[in-house]
Structures are given as structure tokens and as C-alpha cells.
């Protein structure tokens, strides 16, 4: 038996790069092996990447004695769109059967003691130059792993013995995990997306990532610096685990002025739609600084009044750039259950609604010359200026503890202050600090006129946000606030 190369992930090309034209498949393979290096450096690891005809080696570190097992579900490196899967896999320089079946062997028969298995080798590169059958691989290796085992089970194994043959050695593994798939991040240019924090919009930049669109994010804010930062928190999830090799900016403008001109000037029932607009004039301005040539939206057919079919055809002419919407029949269990998987779910779900537009009856069908009538109310100068003043973010070097709230931040609740715990009621029963009281979110900003001011107050809720939002909104108004760091599980450490 042959000594092995050290442990190595072996990635397999996602199958659209290989029905591309020769030029433009090998284009997008060496966009793909720089994002590759990129995502290596982001684990502070040697980007050192080996191509081999239809495979793509990469050393990793020898497994410490007594430390953790690399499982690579976790690892960058199943994160490059691009990538169909990966393993973590032995590669030996043998091509004989007789040392395939004895390695393979030696490799597995502890792994298949006990259990059902199955053999699965193929032939990787040029036909003629593996000469190996990889039936009869799967026939020997099989016999000779049987014994001790449970059987062999084809259809439904315990455990799986893969087995790659190539011209210059074989690869044994037994995982197979699966990556992004689609196309390499940057092949197809570049856009810039609207997000709000929310699960739709950090979806949407996702879906269009893994088609190669590199993505600006465009955060039109109307809930002052705590709902900027529950943004930048899920932008900064997805620039720094899904969008190796580029370095997305997240465009933060203030979009209060915009709204209260809206509120002060039109019809209520078209708020939402004169809005949406506006923020897409918005992305527009930001799109062509950004030569950018497309905006992205979390928008779903009639998931709110400003998503009917209707209305979408009247806010999408407010640009002539094409509106990409990836998530246009998605429903929203979907959407979630895609948010979960890709890490942003859990920071998502705690980013306020703090837009104050939500008329009692908005238009559903609202017309585009009356539209168009209300805009006109509007000073267009307004637009310009708050996309001049907007702040830039470059997410990759954003250092999460900026993020965190500044002067408002307490780690342990101060003598005599009223804990107000901010979460849903059934979180609330579920568990909570003794001294809390329960207070939601909507609640407390309708509850704070009759709150005491000579009180201080203590503010909680599951990771910080919106206990930060509303410490800043009870701030301006006069009231001695604070919000607990950390949320909800570090007050129940500090109890």
C-alpha cells in the first residue's frame, strides 16, 4: 500500500460548468479556483487548490490527537457557488486492483463492522487512461469487507465506500457533501439588492449569488442605527460565509426624510407603493456608481399589499434597470426553511418592522397615472441628496463588535431599574428572569406615554436588537434606558 497524500477535500465542479463552451468553461474555472483561494485565506489556510480534470484537490491540516473532527459541512469550502460537493477523502498513488482492494480494506473494514454497506467506485479523467474496472473494484472491495459486517445493502446502505479511479492514484472516502452548485460568485456581473435584515431580501441575494451575480447590498433605513445594525448583522452573515472572492459594500441610507415627505405629501392608501418606488430609484443611483446592472428583491407575489401582480408592475417602472426577484413564487416556509440553511434565519427573525407606512387599506391595484400624480408631490431633489449622504460598509472587514449598541449596552441590571422582557408571550412562559416583566415589542412603544420617567429601565429581548431599537427610541425621549448585551440567554447566565 501506498503512503497517501495528507487528508485532502476533493470538490467536484458543479455539472452546469461542464456543458459550457470550452472558453467560457474555462473562464468560470478560474473564477471558481480564485474564489476557492479566497475561501481557504478566509479560514487562515494555504490557498493552495490542484486541479485534475474533472476534480479539484485541497490539502487540509492533519487531524489533531484528541481535538475535534473536521466536518466539513462547516467549512468554507462548501460554500463556493460553484462547488456541487465535497469530502474529505485519502487519495493513494496505486492504480493496481489488488493494492485498491487491500487499502480499501484496511481503510473501511472497522467503519462497515456491524452495518450494511455498499461500494460505489467510478472512473474520474480519461477513460483510457484508468484501466482499472471499477465493477470489479466494487465486487472484491465488497467481498473483502463483508466479513464482521451486517451484509451488503445496494439500495439503503448504513455506510457508504466510495472509491474514485484516476489515472494517477485512487481517492477513498465516505461522505459525499453537497456545496452550493450553479455557477462561479462573479462569472455574470454584477447587481445591487435591496435587503432589509428580513428572510426574503438575504434569501434573494443568496439564490442570485449561487447564479454567479455578485451582489451590492442597498439598505434603505427607516428604523434609525438599531434596525442599521440587525441589516448589517444578516449582510455580514452572508458576505463573510457565501460570497468568496468579492467584497460586497452595504450602501446604508437614511431613509426617514424620504418617508415623512411621503407621509406628509400623498394619499395614504399608496404609501407602501410610493415607497417601493422610491427605494428602487434609490438601488438605481447606487447600481450605476456601482456599474451595476440589475436590482435584486425578496419580492413574492402577494405576500403583502405592495407585492400584488398589480403593484409590482407599477413599482417596477419606476427604473429602467430589470428588477431580478428569485423568490417571485416562493412561498414563505420556503423562504425560511432556505433562511435556516444558510445562517441568516435565526438573526432575520429579530429584525423589526419599523417601517410606520402601513396604511389601515392600501391600494392592492393602484393605478400608474395616479401614481405617478402623488410622486409628483414629492420634492425629487430629497432622493439625491440622502443617496449622497449614504454611509458605506465594507461587510468582509466589518468587525461584528461594531456592530453591537454603543452607550446603550448594560451587562448586569442596576439596583431598583424595571426589567421589561420584550419577547412573544409564549417565549416569555416558557422562561424568563424572575424579576422580568412582560412587555412585547408593539406593546411597549404604544405603553411608553404612560410609562414612569423617574424609573430606570432595563430592556430585553432574544439576541439585543430590538431591545436596542427601543433603549434608543425611549433615549430621545427622555427616559433613563438600557438595553441588556447579548439578549436573552446572557440575562438568564447573569440570573
Keep these: ?20 463552451a470550452r472558453g467560457t468553461r474555462s473562464h468560470f474555472r478560474r473564477r471558481l479556483l480564485h474564489n476557492l483561494r479566497d475561501a ?30 473536521l466536518d466539513l459541512r462547516e467549512h468554507a469550502l462548501a460554500r463556493v457557488s ?44 480519461e477513460r483510457h487512461g484508468v484501466r482499472t474496472p471499477r465493477q470489479e473494484v466494487e465486487r ?36 459525499r457533501i453537497a456545496g452550493p452548485g450553479g455557477l462561479p460568485l462573479g462569472v455574470e456581473g454584477r447587481a445591487v439588492a435591496l435587503v432589509s435584515g428580513g428572510f426574503d431580501s438575504a434569501v434573494a441575494v443568496w439564490q442570485m449569488q449561487r447564479r454567479g451575480v455578485a451582489i451590492d447590498h442597498v439598505f434603505c433605513n427607516l428604523g434609525g442605527a438599531s434596525h442599521l445594525r440587525g441589516a448589517a ?52 443611483a447606487v447600481a450605476n456608481e456601482r456599474r451595476a446592472v440589475a436590482i435584486v428583491t425578496g419580492d413574492a407575489v402577494g405576500q403583502v399589499s405592495s407585492q400584488t401582480l398589480h403593484n409590482l408592475a407599477v413599482v417596477s417602472r ?22 435556516r ?10 429584525v423589526g418592522e419599523y417601517c410606520a407606512m402601513v396604511p389601515r387599506r392600501p391600494a392592492t391595484r ?52 424595571v426589567l421589561l422582557d420584550l419577547r412573544p408571550i409564549e417565549q416569555y412562559r416558557t422562561e424568563h428572569h424572575p424579576e422580568a416583566l412582560h412587555l412585547e415589542f408593539s406593546q411597549a412603544l404604544r405603553a411608553l406615554p404612560s410609562l414612569d420617567r423617574r424609573r430606570t429601565y432595563v430592556l430585553c429581548c432574544e439576541f439585543g436588537l430590538l431591545s436596542a431599537h427601543l433603549a434608543e427610541l425611549m433615549r430621545r425621549e427622555g427616559f433613563d434606558a438600557w438595553h441588556f448585551t447579548g439578549g436573552q440567554r446572557a440575562l438568564m447566565r447573569s440570573a
Design 1 to 20: 500500500m501506498g503512503e497517501p497524500t495528507p487528508r485532502e477535500a476533493l470538490l467536484r465542479f458543479s455539472g452546469e460548468l461542464s456543458i459550457k
Design 40 to 69: 481557504l485565506a478566509s479560514e487562515g489556510l494555504t490557498p493552495h487548490v490542484e486541479l485534475s480534470h474533472e476534480r479539484i484537490y485541497v490539502p487540509l491540516p492533519a487531524e489533531e490527537p484528541g481535538g475535534p473532527a
Design 82 to 125: 460553484g462547488i456541487q460537493s465535497v469530502s474529505l477523502a485519502l487519495r493513494y498513488p496505486i492504480t493496481d486492483l489488488d493494492e485498491i482492494v487491500r487499502t480499501g480494506a484496511a481503510l473501511f473494514r472497522e467503519r462497515v463492522r456491524g452495518h450494511r454497506f455498499a461500494v460505489r467506485a467510478r472512473r474520474v479523467g
Design 140 to 175: 472484491r472491495l465488497g467481498a473483502a469487507l463483508l466479513p464482521g459486517s451486517a451484509g451488503v445493502d445496494l439500495g439503503a446502505p448504513e455506510e457508504t465506500v466510495y472509491v474514485e479511479l484516476a489515472a494517477s492514484g485512487t481517492s477513498f472516502f465516505s461522505q
Design 233 to 284: 448583522r444578516v449582510a455580514k452573515v452572508l458576505a463573510d460565509r457565501w460570497s468568496y472572492g468579492t467584497r460586497p459594500q452595504l450602501h446604508a441610507i437614511d431613509f426617514e426624510p424620504v418617508a415623512e415627505a411621503i407621509r406628509a405629501h400623498t394619499e395614504t392608501r399608496y404609501w407602501q407603493v410610493l415607497l417601493k418606488r422610491t427605494m428602487l430609484r434609490a438601488a438605481e
Design 318 to 339: 419606476a427604473t429602467s434597470l430589470p428588477i431580478l426577484r428569485p423568490l417571485v413564487g416562493a412561498n414563505k416556509d420556503e423562504i425560511i426553511a432556505c433562511a
Design 341 to 350: 440553511q444558510i445562517g441568516t434565519a435565526e438573526l432575520s427573525k429579530v
Design 366 to 417: 393602484a393605478p400608474l397615472a395616479a401614481v405617478e400624480q402623488q410622486e409628483a408631490r414629492i420634492d425629487p431633489a430629497l432622493l439625491g441628496e440622502q443617496v449622497a449622504k449614504r454611509t458605506v460598509l465594507d461587510l468582509r472587514e466589518l468587525d461584528a463588535a461594531s456592530l453591537e449598541a454603543t452607550g446603550l449596552a448594560v451587562e448586569r441590571i442596576p439596583p431598583r431599574a
